[in-house]
């Protein structure tokens, strides 16, 4: 009996509003792990700021396997008050948490 080869996952971020850290990157950007991926958003906004704005910015990290676009997912995300989690089934603020912080994005924010 063979085995299905299991498929290797791809993360990518997605960056939505007027984000200055983001401008001159190459969008989306890809990562092997999704902590590969918390950490790049660490760089960009915790260690060097600004902060996004918790009004009108998002930031978006998608699971996919390549090749299958049916089979992606939003396994982490951000969201200012302008945008909906309605669209994001399974993402909740506590799934915001940033390894490094224990904190979410939103919280850290909202102290700076």
Not at 57 to 84: C, K, T, Y
Request: hydrophobic share 40%; charged share 35%.
């Amino acid at each position: 009996m063979r085995r299905k080869k299991k498929q290797a996952k791809v993360y990518m971020l997605q960056f939505d509003g007027d984000l200055p850290r983001t401008r001159g990157l190459e969008i989306p950007e890809f990562f092997d792990s999704k902590e590969a991926a918390l950490r790049r958003i660490e760089k960009l906004f915790i260690r060097k700021g600004p902060y996004p704005d918790i009004e009108d910015d998002r930031i978006l990290l998608w699971e996919a396997v390549p090749g299958w676009r049916e089979s992606r997912r939003v396994v982490w995300a951000f969201l200012g008050w302008h945008w909906v989690r309605d669209g994001l089934p399974g993402i909740k603020e506590a799934d915001d948490i940033l390894p490094a912080s224990g904190k979410s994005l939103y919280q850290l924010c909202n102290e700076a």
